[in-house]
């Protein structure tokens, strides 16, 4: 069974080792985690804080801010699009009333 963790659960534990100079071990024991698990984290943590490329599940809240603004600027995109095509579309039907 997989657990699933919030990120700001995975943010703490993951702070442990780069913050609070915790092993990936003793974190992992104190946390109730896995070690594999903290390690993954602590390394996803890190690639954040030095502006890398991480996975769709970012752990810091900064880095979740910035994939919901993302996110939304995609739909904002996409509705600007869908009236654009709209307005065009209302524009001819109106004009070739006209003639």
């Known amino acids: 069974m997989t657990k699933h963790y919030n990120p700001e659960f995975r943010q703490e534990v993951a702070e442990l080792v780069l913050d609070q100079n915790y092993?990936?071990?003793?974190?992992?024991?104190?946390?109730?985690?896995?070690?594999?698990t903290v390690?993954?984290?602590a390394r996803l943590l890190r690639k954040e804080r030095t502006g890398?490329?991480?996975n769709p599940l970012p752990i810091s809240?900064?880095?979740?801010?910035i994939k919901a603004l993302e996110r939304e600027v995609q739909r904002l995109k996409m509705e600007k699009e869908i009236l654009k095509k709209a307005?065009?579309?209302?524009?001819?039907?109106?004009?070739?009333?006209?003639?």
């Open 23 to 36: 092993s990936v071990r003793e974190a992992a024991d104190a946390m109730n985690v896995g070690k594999s």
């Open 39 to 41: 390690d993954k984290w």
């Open 52 to 54: 890398r490329e991480t």
């Open 61 to 65: 809240a900064e880095q979740r801010k």
């Open 87 to 99: 307005t065009a579309l209302l524009m001819s039907d109106s004009m070739s009333g006209l003639r």
